[in-house]
Structure formats: structure tokens, C-alpha cells
């Protein structure tokens, strides 16, 4: 990271020095918070207990372990078997809201995203309620049939939680390729003698696939990491519940939390990597040249009724988790019936009462998070575009890579490295509140980044040139025109890194260590933990829907006003 | 209330010295020397990816030169920031800035400059109404037509007063109409503010109609600086003959016998070279639709030449018509004016082209 230098071509310097005190900043940040955690990780893995001297006995203790080697398959196969539940809710989706002329098409991807707004694990315990072993759904089925479904025992609840909940990074993904392809090469296709299901397998398949794969890696790489869902749903034979578990339990020298690290990350690296292997070459997005998207055609009645049918119950299944939620915040006592006994409002006294502390907490860590997150976005989005510094990709790479670290690697990292360091008044560094911020800032940055990096390669240089021309230095002209003209994409990043943030479980649950520091998640789940609990965690649960919900709803209303006001044609 | 005594720009020279640039092995710029002078109105003119954007930003300070260097008005510049060289450049695309209304737009290098407020907004009001447009100065960009957004980007510039004001390709996004009438808009501007101007296009019509000097550019190397008529009528090289205008060529090689040089064109056909003509080595003789004429294929008398033609093809153009003429095996152009009831040459026929020995040219590439 130090390898930062300017560039010292055969003409000038091409980078001020403010820049390059930018990017040593940012460097040193990115390496304090993300690159030496997770390096202290790797250390610790790879070393004998106590010493520094390399083993691999803790990697052979890991592969001799069997439990670990249940938990390794078993999130293997949750991961595997929730992208393939989840390709089957978006497909039908994706498919029929892009390709036929299909009434509610808007709303379908709007509802689609609803339940990217709710912690998958607040999920979990709506859907208990519903699909449990005493829910409504197997109660019913009880009375009426006498048998009962086992929807959420053990690995099939996680993968039925996580499939509902993760499935519109799928249909968002598979949707947007399917809207850029050019009408025109499925009509040549046509043209040349290919109808039905041959077009859809060799036209319309193939150009969509990139799309396709980019969702379901996120979907297998986001379910491999989750720690809070299986944890809820008393799952523990999987690796990311039994890193937590072991650090817990035995403690932050015990090599095997380490070891288990290791494994998520090599898994979540592996799996981007292979989907951006499958994808290289292969973005068609720019085969498009105006008229785009798929021809849209007039459904035949038996269509018709077997696509609304289709949708509507998935859409059953997608809203299922909210309603139950909203039914269980408002329930005085809710088991062995369809529906509560009677309803109450006490749990929101209670929420909003002695459990403020978790909302108010939550506002103020994740305003922070995104607001670091934007900084560093903003910043190394314009070391990346607009300067020549040696190393500036590097910036951009670490920063990314923090995607393929998952939030209990992160948490485990912090641990470790900041337990020894002390503040002045002899507490741990690791469990200063702060530290859950930067472990946040961290873990979302990739978002805030994309966001920005997006918002400035869509300004032509030619304005900033225009600025510098007129006699602005480059930091005036990144304040007068730059940063201006990028307001939507900063907005967009930050709310995207503040509404993900506030939902955030898997370093957070590593990190608390009083519950006066808990953001809301955290309280979230230790309600959850207790059936006296879900009341006002279902409670909380709603309330953070709602704040997330709002916040995207406020935003989405800004960027369009001030792209609007702008008329931003460029 | 008179606009132009408000904005005073200086007149000053503009000299660029021994400039070589390179983007990797792509040697873009080379060598290039010229002087513009003080309140001229100047143009770099050539065909596409010649080089004459990257010159003119190199003036702009937004690209560095291997070597040589720039001087305004006998100041070296070559190693200033663009903030600190007070060159205006008015740019292809304008550049507007789609978040400020169009006076924030203009006021923007004042308050760079760290101007009054108050004078700021007396100088705005100048600027816009100096480009017609003190009417619109609340509107965004983006709901202004393409050449009122040219108009825009243009008082932005003379604004701050500029030392010199560049302009790269400014008519390329208006259309045909528009380009005319803007260009005299520019050309009366530059007039009225007596501002030193680099021009940059690659039309040579805009070059030729509002232009004091030209310097002609291709692949990286000024061809032949001089005024438009002196360009066309005296050009350096094939290259500027044929740019400027329609030019025939006829390829061929010179013999010295003992009566004196002559031209062999390719085919055989013999033309003496006057005595007093220079002819450089590798040289083809070329000359303007409109100088040669047509008669039948009797041999004309008096001392122009007579080449012996077909005719070709013709096209009637209005006031002219053009014929195509093969002479051996190359095709030539031919202008002849119209006169109504005139009998034309009829296509296949043999005729003669004439030429009066003093408007041939003789160019190498
Ligand atoms: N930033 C750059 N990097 C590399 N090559 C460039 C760059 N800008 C221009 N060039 C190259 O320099 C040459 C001249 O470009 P330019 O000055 O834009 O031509 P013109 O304005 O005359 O059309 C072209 O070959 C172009 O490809
Ligand atoms: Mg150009």
C-alpha cells in the first residue's frame, strides 16, 4: 500500500501533492481497518498458538474435525441450494415482467425489492411464525389433512429464509440484462427462422446470462457469510455460526475461529471469482443501440392465467415475512394458532421507550459509516478517474475486496488486533463503540463506492477543464463542479450504506460488548433469542423496515428533483 | 450602456516554440513553431486526428510538451497550472455547467478570481449582453438551443478578460444554418475586442471566411502558414493544394533536354516548363478546376498550353459546369462557366483543355 507514489514522468508530475497526501490517507486507513485485520486473521490461522512460527496443524485440525467439515458442506450446500431457490422465484419474475406486455410489471420490481429492506434473521422468526413446525400454515394443513410440512426444519429453514430474502438481487440483475438487449437480435433470430423455446435458449438465454450469474454469486457469497439466520434458527453445524461460536466460547486465542475464517474467505473470494471468470468478455450491455428490450407480447388467456397465478404467489411468499412481523408487533400472545389471540400496542411503548437507546444508536452509527463511506467513495473514485498516481488502483481494489470479506472475518480481525491496544482509561480499543462504525464503514464502502465511482465517470472532464480554465485550482473545482454534479450518486451511496448499515449483524454481534453501545440489530436479535421477546423485537423489527424504507423513499424523491432541476443531459 | 468599453482584453502575440509531444510511441506533435500575432484572428486547420486539439490544450495548459515551449505576449507559460495561464477556451462541447443557471455559469472565473460581488455582477451583465443574452441569464443549460449555448460558453470566457481566447471546433455542434450566422457572430466579437484567437477546425470554408492567418496541419506537421488566399493561391505542397480546395494533379517526370525543361505526364503528353518557374524534386502539376478551359479539338492558337482530352462525364452546377476530362489515364476536373443557350461538349467526344502557363503549379508532396 505504501507503494503510492506519484508518477514522475518525463514531463511533470502528474499528481499535486494534495493528491498524493489523499491517497497515502486512504492507503493507511484501508490498511489499519481492513487489510491488517484480515491479514492478523490469515497470521493467526497459520501460526502455532502463541508463537509465530508456520503450521499447517491448525488448517489439519480443521479437515480432521468433523463438525467442520459438516459445517463446511452444510453451508456449501445451503448456499448452492438458496441460489437455486431463489433463481426459481426470480426467473418466472424477470422473465414475465420484461418479455410480456404484463400489468403490475412496475409494481412486481418494486415489490420485488422489499425484502432486501429487512435483516434476513427478523425474516426468520416471521417465517417460523407461518411455515414453522407450529405455524399457521402446517397448523392448518394439520386440521384439514393431518400432515405437516417441514418448511423450516433445520438447513431447509435456512434456505427457505434466505431464498426469499435474497432473491431480488437475482430478478434485479436478470431483469436489467434482459431489458438491455437490442429487440433487434432477437428479431434477427426470428428473421433467420428461430421461434419459441429454441430463441429463448439461444438468443435471449445467452445474452442474459451475465446478468443472471453476476445476482446469483452475490446470492451464494451473501448466504455462505450470514451468521445471524442460521444462529436464530437454532442452525449451528455451519462455518460462519461456528467461528462466532468457537470465539465466543472458547475465546479469541483459540486457532479454529481463525481457521474457519480462513475457509469463508477463500469461499466468498473463490466465488467472485469464478462468476467474474464466467463473465469476462461477455458484457453485452453495450450491444444495445436504441429500442432496446425484449419484444413485449400479448399473453394468451391460459398465459395469462398461469403467469398472475405464478406471481401472485410468490409475491405471497415475498410479503409473507412483513406481514408476519407486522402481525407479531402488534400480537399480546401468538402461538399454536393461524393468527394471534388479540393484538397490543405495548410493544411499541416498550420499543420506543426503554429500547430507544438501540434506534438512536443505530441512526448514529450508520449515519457515520455512510458518511466515511462516502468520503473515501468520492475520494478514490477521483484518484481512480482523474489522476495518474502509481498504485491508485490499488485503492480501488482493496476497497472492493472488502465485499469479499465476511462481516464475522472483519469482527474476529478487530477483535484480535485492537483487544491488546488500550484507551486511556484502561478499556479495550476493540470495544469502543467506534470500532463498530469503522467495522460498518468498512463492510459497506463497496457500495458507497460503486455509487460514486458511477456518479463521476458520467461527467464529461470537459467541465472540470472548463473550471480549471477559468482559473479554479483542482480542489475548487472539486468543490464547485465536481461534488456538485455528483450529489445524486453521493446521495444514492450513502443512503445505500446507511440503510444496509443499519440492518447490519454478522461484525456488529462480534464487537458489542455492552448493550448500551447495541445498534438496533443487535437488540433485534437478543429480543428475538427469547419468546418473551418477539413481541417488542418484532416491534423494533418493524420500525426498522420502516427507517430503512423511508430513507430509500427519500432519497429516490431527491435524486429525482435535483436531476430534474439540473437537467442533467449529459 | 456601451458593452465593449467595459471588457478590456489585451492584444497580445502568441508564440509557440519547438513543441514536440508524444502519447506513448504516437508522436502526435512535431516540431511545431509558429507566431501568432497580436489580435489575430488564427486557425489551425487539417483533417481529423492531426493534432490540432492536442495543440491547442497544450496553449490551455492541459497537456505537456516533450520539448519547446509557449509564450504569451513574450511570457514563457509552459510550466504554469491552466489556472494561473488566463487563456479562455471555449470548448467543443461548451461545457456548460448543468447545476448553475447561466449566470452562475459566466460568474464563475470572477469569483475564482475573488472579484467584488458587485462588480461581478456588472461584468456578468456585459458578458451576456455582449452575446445577446442578457435576457436569459436564469435559465439553466440545458433549456437553452445549441447555439445560445454556445453564446453562453463564449461570454464565459471573455468574462474574466482572457489573455487569449481559444475555440475548438465551436460551430461542429450547431447546424448548417446556425454555423454561418455564428461564425460572423465570433468573427465581429474577435473584431470588437481586438482578442488574440486560435481557431480550431477542420472545415476549411470556416477557416478560409472568418480567418486572418491559417497554419494548415496534417499528422502532426504545420504544412504552410499564411493567409487564406495566399493558401490557395501559392500553396506550399500537394497536401495544402488539395485541402484547400479542389486541385487536379497529373503525375510525370521532368527531362532537361537542351531547349529547356518540360513535364512528361504519365501517358507521354509533353509540357514545356517556363524558364522562370521553380519546380521541386518530385513534383506533379496541378492546377484549379476554374483556370483551365475547353474548346473543341482543333489546336487552339496564343501561348497556352493544349493538352489533348476526352470528355469524361459533366454535371451541371448552376453557375458552372463541371466536366470530367481524362487525360491519358487520369481524370482532371474542369469549371466552365454557364451561359445560357451555349452549346455543352458532348460526352466521348475529343477535346482540348487549355491552360495559361502562369497559374500551373508545380508541387511535390
Ligand atoms: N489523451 C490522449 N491519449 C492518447 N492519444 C491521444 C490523446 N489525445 C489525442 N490523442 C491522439 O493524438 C492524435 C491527435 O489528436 P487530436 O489532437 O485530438 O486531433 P484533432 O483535434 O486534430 O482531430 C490522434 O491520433 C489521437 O488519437
Ligand atoms: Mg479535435
Known sequence: ?570 | MNAIASISTPALAVDIEGINLSYGANHVLKDVNLTIRPGEFFAFLGPSGCGKTTLLRLVAGFNQSDTGRIMIGGKDISNLPPWKRDVGMVFQSYALWPHMTVRRNVAFGLEERGVARAEIERRVDIALDLVGLGHLGERRPSQLSGGQQQRVAVARTVAVEPKVLLLDEPLSNLDAKMRVQVRRELRDLQRRLGLTTIFVTHDQEEANTICDRIAVMNDGVIQQIGTPMELYERPANLFVANFLGTANILAGGIVDSGTGRHFVIDGGIRVPIASDATVPKGAKLVFRPQHAGLTGPESPSGNALALPCVIAHREFLGASIRYGVRIGATEVAVDVPFQSGEELLEIGKAATLTLPQRLLLWLAA
Open chain 1, 1 to 570: 500500500m505504501t507503494a503510492i507514489l506519484a508518477t514522475v514522468s518525463a514531463k511533470r508530475l502528474t499528481a499535486t501533492p494534495g493528491q498524493i497526501a489523499l491517497a497515502l490517507a486512504i492507503a493507511a486507513f484501508l490498511g489499519l481497518f481492513l487489510v491488517l485485520p484480515v491479514a492478523t486473521v490469515l497470521y493467526v490461522a497459520f501460526t502455532e498458538k502463541g508463537t509465530s512460527t508456520f503450521t499447517l496443524v491448525n488448517i489439519y485440525d480443521f479437515v480432521r474435525t468433523e463438525l467442520f467439515m459438516r459445517s463446511l458442506w452444510n453451508s456449501f450446500y445451503v448456499s448452492a441450494m438458496s441460489v437455486v431457490w431463489a433463481s426459481v422465484v426470480a426467473l418466472p419474475l424477470a422473465y414475465l415482467t420484461t418479455r410480456f406486455a404484463f400489468r403490475g410489471a412496475a409494481l412486481v420490481q418494486t415489490l420485488g425489492f422489499l425484502p432486501l429492506i429487512m435483516p434476513p434473521f427478523v425474516g426468520a422468526v416471521a417465517m417460523q411464525l407461518f411455515f414453522g413446525r407450529n405455524g399457521s400454515v402446517n397448523l392448518l394443513l394439520d386440521d384439514w389433512f393431518d400432515f405437516k410440512i417441514g418448511f423450516m426444519e433445520g438447513l431447509n429453514g435456512v434456505i427457505f429464509v434466505q431464498s426469499v430474502h435474497y432473491f431480488p438481487f437475482i430478478l434485479i440483475n436478470l431483469s436489467a440484462a434482459l431489458r438491455n438487449i437490442d429487440r433487434a437480435m432477437e428479431e434477427a433470430a426470428q428473421n433467420l427462422g428461430s421461434s419459441g423455446f429454441r430463441l429463448f435458449r439461444r438468443i435471449v438465454f445467452p445474452l442474459a446470462m451475465p446478468g443472471y450469474l453476476a445476482g446469483a454469486s452475490l446470492v451464494f457469497v451473501k448466504v455462505f457469510d450470514d451468521l445471524a439466520t442460521p444462529l436464530l434458527l437454532n442452525v449451528k453445524d455451519m462455518l460462519a455460526p461456528q467461528a462466532y461460536l468457537r470465539v465466543t466460547s472458547i475465546g479469541i486465542a483459540d486457532p479454529m475461529g481463525y481457521v474457519i475464517s480462513v475457509v469463508l474467505v477463500v469461499a466468498s473470494v473463490a466465488a467472485m471469482w469464478l462468476s467474474a471468470l464466467a463473465l469476462k468478455g461477455r458484457d453485452y450491455s453495450t450491444t444495445q443501440r436504441g429500442g432496446g428490450g425484449l419484444a413485449r407480447r400479448v399473453m394468451t388467456p391460459f398465459e395469462a392465467v398461469y403467469g398472475y397465478g405464478v406471481v401472485i404467489l410468490i409475491l405471497a411468499l415475498v410479503l409473507a415475512p412483513h406481514l408476519g412481523l407486522l402481525l407479531l408487533s402488534f400480537a399480546t400472545i401468538w402461538s399454536f394458532s393461524p393468527l394471534p389471540d388479540a393484538y397490543t400496542v405495548a410493544h411499541y411503548a416498550r420499543v420506543f421507550g426503554e429500547s430507544s437507546l438501540y434506534i438512536k444508536n443505530t441512526l448514529i452509527y450508520a449515519s457515520i459509516a455512510g458518511g466515511i463511506d462516502i468520503v473515501l467513495g468520492v475520494a478514490i473514485a477521483y484518484l481512480v478517474l482523474r489522476t495518474k498516481l502509481v498504485g491508485r488502483e490499488w485503492l480501488d481494489w482493496a476497497a472492493s475486496a472488502a465485499l469479499a470479506i465476511p462481516g464475522v472475518v472483519l469482527g474476529i480481525g478487530y477483535l484480535r488486533m485492537f483487544y491488546g491496544v488500550t484507551l486511556p482509561d484502561g478499556t479495550p480499543l476493540a470495544s469502543f463503540w467506534i470500532m463498530i462504525v469503522l467495522a460498518l464503514a468498512i463492510r459497506r464502502l463497496p457500495y458507497a463506492l460503486r455509487a460514486c465511482h458511477a456518479a463521476l465517470q458520467q461527467i464529461s472532464v470537459s467541465l472540470e477543464e472548463a473550471a480549471e480554465n477559468l482559473g479554479a485550482t483542482k480542489a475548487r473545482t472539486v468543490r464547485r463542479v465536481v461534488v456538485p454534479l455528483m450529489a445524486g450518486g453521493i446521495l444514492a451511496g450513502f443512503v445505500t450504506s446507511f440503510s444496509t448499515a443499519a440492518v447490519e449483524l454478522s461484525a456488529t454481534l462480534m464487537l458489542v460488548q455492552s448493550n448500551s453501545d447495541a445498534p438496533l440489530a443487535y437488540g433485534l436479535y437478543v429480543f428475538m433469542q427469547s419468546a418473551a421477546g418477539r413481541g417488542p423485537g418484532a416491534a423494533l423489527g418493524v420500525v426498522a423496515v420502516l427507517l430503512v424504507a423511508l430513507c430509500t423513499f427519500l432519497s429516490q424523491l431527491i435524486i429525482e428533483r435535483s436531476q430534474k432541476a439540473k437537467g442533467m443531459g449529459h
